[in-house]
C-alpha cells in the first residue's frame, strides 16, 4: 500500500530516490527490523514499452541495537561486488551520479503462508546447492569492500575456533551483559545468565581449521523470494561476513526449522557444493556442526528475551496485553530449542514465560531509556 503518515526515514529514502517526499508511487514501509524499506519504480531500461522495474530503498532504523555483529559498511556496495559472482540477488542500479538502489526482486518469501519447517522443493534445494557453492569459492581476500568490523574481531584464516570465540563474545558482552543490562531481572526470572555462554567458549576451542568464505549470515524464508518463474533469489546482505562456511549451515539449519530427514538432505546439499568449491572447507563438519547450532540456539534466547521486553513497552509502564501472548510463544519456543546448550534452563511452560513478563513490567514504573 502507498503510505501517507509522516516519516523521517522515509523524506530521507525519498530524496536518495530523487522523490518527492509525498511521491505516491513512494510504497512501503515493507515489513523489516533492522531497515524501513521502501519502494519505487524506476524508468524502463530500454525506454517505452519495455518491462517496468522497481527499486528499493533501505535505511536503517533510527536508535536499533544490532543483536549480530556487522561486517561490510555498505550492503549496495557488497552486492555490487558479488554481481556476477552470485546469481540471483538484487540488482545494484545508479539512478543519479554517486546514488545507488538496490532492484526490488519481484515475488513472495520462502514462508510464502506455508508451515514454517516444510522442506524445500527439488529446485529450491539445488538453487540453495548452488548459493552455497557461490559463495564457498570467493575467498576473503577477493572482495575488496570497506568493513566496519574492528581488526581484533578478524581471525586469522582458517581459525573457527577465532572466528566462534568472537562472535559469541559478542553476544554475551554485547548483547547480554551491555545491552541486556536492563533486563537482568527479568533473565534471572526465566532461570537464565551468562553461564552458557562461559560454556560455548569452551566448547568452541575443540572446533577444527576450514578455509574462510564468503557467508550471508541470515539464510532464512523471509530472506529467500521465490520469482514468478519459481526461481530462489537471496535478499538481505546486510550481515554478511567472512568465516567458518559452517557457520552459514548452522544458522540455516537453525532459522528454517526443518524435520530431521529434511535437514540431512540440507546437510548433504551443503557438503556436496561446499566441498566441490572449496576442497577441504567441509573438514570436521560432522562434529563442528552442534557446537555452532548450540551457539545459534543460545544467541536466539539472549535476543528473544529482549526484544520481547522491548515489544511490549507501553506508555507509562503498562503491559501490552495483546502483544504478550506471541512474545511468551517466541520466547518459550527460544528457550525450548536451547535445551541441550549447557547451563540453560529447564524449558519453562507458556504461562510460566508469560508470568515473568507480566512481573518483568509491572515491577518498574517504565523501560529505561538505555533499552531502546
Known amino acids: 500500500m502507498t503510505v501517507e503518515v509522516e516519516s523521517p ?16 508511487a513512494i510504497e512501503g514501509p515493507l515489513q523489516g527490523y533492522h531497515h524501513e524499506t521502501y ?19 533501505r535505511e536503517p532504523r533510527p536508535g536499533l541495537f544490532w543483536y549480530d555483529r556487522r561486517c561490510f559498511r555498505s550492503e549496495e556496495v557488497l552486492l555490487a561486488a558479488l554481481w556476477g559472482r552470485v546469481h540471483r540477488i538484487p540488482e545494484i542500479i545508479e539512478v543519479a ?11 513472495r518469501t520462502l514462508t510464502g503462508g506455508v508451515p514454517g519447517n516444510r522442506p524445500l522443493s527439488l529446485r529450491h534445494g539445488s538453487q540453495l546447492g548452488q548459493l552455497f557453492r557461490e559463495l564457498a569459492a570467493i575467498k576473503t581476500e577477493e572482495i575488496d569492500v570497506e568493513r566496519i568490523c574492528r581488526a581484533e574481531d578478524r581471525p586469522e584464516e582458517g581459525d ?8 559469541i563474545r559478542f553476544t554475551h558482552e554485547r548483547v547480554y551483559t551491555e545491552h541486556g543490562a536492563p533486563f537482568h531481572g527479568l533473565f534471572e526470572r526465566l532461570g537464565v545468565g551468562g553461564a552458557p555462554l562461559q560454556g560455548l567458549l569452551t566448547r568452541a576451542r575443540g572446533l577444527g581449521s576450514r578455509p574462510f568464505t564468503l557467508l550471508h549470515g541470515d539464510l532464512h524464508r523471509e530472506n529467500f523470494i521465490v520469482d514468478p518463474h519459481g526461481d530462489l533469489w537471496t535478499i538481505d546482505w546486510e550481515l554478511a561476513l567472512f568465516g567458518d562456511p559452517l557457520y552459514d549451515l548452522a544458522t540455516h539449519l537453525h532459522l528454517m526449522r526443518y524435520q530431521a530427514d529434511e535437514e540431512e538432505r540440507i ?6 557444493a561446499v566441498e566441490g568449491a572449496r576442497p577441504g572447507a567441509t573438514q570436521g563438519w560432522r562434529e563442528d556442526l552442534p557446537v555452532l547450532l548450540e551457539y545459534k ?10 526484544r520481547g521486553a522491548l515489544a511490549l513497552e507501553q506508555p507509562e509502564g503498562a503491559l501490552d496485553r495483546r502483544t504478550l501472548p506471541e512474545v511468551a510463544r517466541q520466547v518459550q519456543l527460544a528457550l525450548a530449542g536451547a535445551q541441550k546448550v549447557p547451563g540453560m534452563p529447564t ?26
Not at 9 to 24: F, I, Q, T
Not at 97 to 107: K, T
Not at 267 to 272: E, G, H, P
Open 9 to 24: 526515514v522515509r523524506r530521507v529514502a525519498a530524496k536518495r530516490a530523487g522523490l518527492e517526499y509525498r511521491d505516491r
Open 39 to 57: 519502494v519505487i519504480p524506476l524508468p524502463p531500461i530500454d525506454g517505452v514499452g519495455a518491462e517496468p522495474r522497481r527499486g528499493k530503498v
Open 97 to 107: 551520479p554517486g546514488v545507488r538502489l538496490q532492484g526490488f526482486v519481484e515475488g
Open 160 to 167: 573457527c575456533v577465532g572466528f566462534l570465540a568472537g562472535l
Open 267 to 272: 546437510c548433504r546439499i551443503w557438503q556436496s
Open 297 to 306: 540456539r543460545a544467541q536466539s534466547v539472549y535476543t528473544d528475551v529482549i
Open 347 to 372: 524449558a519453562p511452560a507458556l504461562h510460566e514465560v508469560a508470568r515473568a513478563y507480566r512481573w518483568w513490567v509491572t515491577s518498574r514504573p517504565s523501560f529505561t531509556a538505555s533499552a531502546s
